[in-house]
């Protein structure tokens, strides 16, 4: 899962002055997901940049230069459709369920995956058209069950 995951933040978008739009893409779902439940959590913070790092393979500098681009346009966003448009333009299935189990990971690390998490991922996932068996899949393997 780690591979697809990794294989969504490598690729770019056909825009040019958007080099790091996918990524950008995927980065702002993560931190709008951390922000789903109305609490800063450290340990859904580290997941996030973890699941940005692991993905994407940048350095430090090029990471928090991408978490705070990603972060300024979840502020601005006003609908999920601008991000999960690219992703489904450009990405195959099992790069859509290596993000939506990247999200599971971040609703999970502080140890209680609130209602507006899941409904959220719920959403991301319709939107990505993740069949709900899958999307029930990701939340199972990553809660261990």
Do not use: C
């Not at 591979?3 to 739009?21: E, I, V, Y």
């Not at 350095?59 to 928090?64: N, Q």
Request: hydrophobic fraction near 45%; glycine fraction near 4%.
């Amino acid at each position: 899962m780690m591979k697809a995951l990794k294989a969504l933040f490598d690729r770019s978008g056909d825009d040019p002055h958007t080099p790091h739009s996918v990524e950008l893409a995927a980065a702002a779902l993560l931190i709008e997901l951390g922000r789903a439940d109305y609490e800063s959590d450290a340990d859904e913070q580290k997941v996030i940049i973890e699941a940005i790092r692991q993905g994407s393979g940048l350095e430090d500098g090029e990471l928090e230069s991408l978490v705070a681009s990603a972060q300024e346009s979840a502020e601005r966003a006003t609908s999920l459709y601008e991000y999960t448009s690219l992703i489904n333009a450009q990405y195959s299935m099992d790069e859509k369920l290596a993000l939506i189990e990247a999200l599971w990971r971040v609703a999970a690390a502080d140890g209680d995956i609130h209602r507006y998490e899941d409904h959220l991922i719920r959403r991301i996932a319709d939107l990505l058209y993740v069949p709900h068996s899958d999307f029930i899949r990701a939340k199972l393997e990553v809660l261990g069950t």
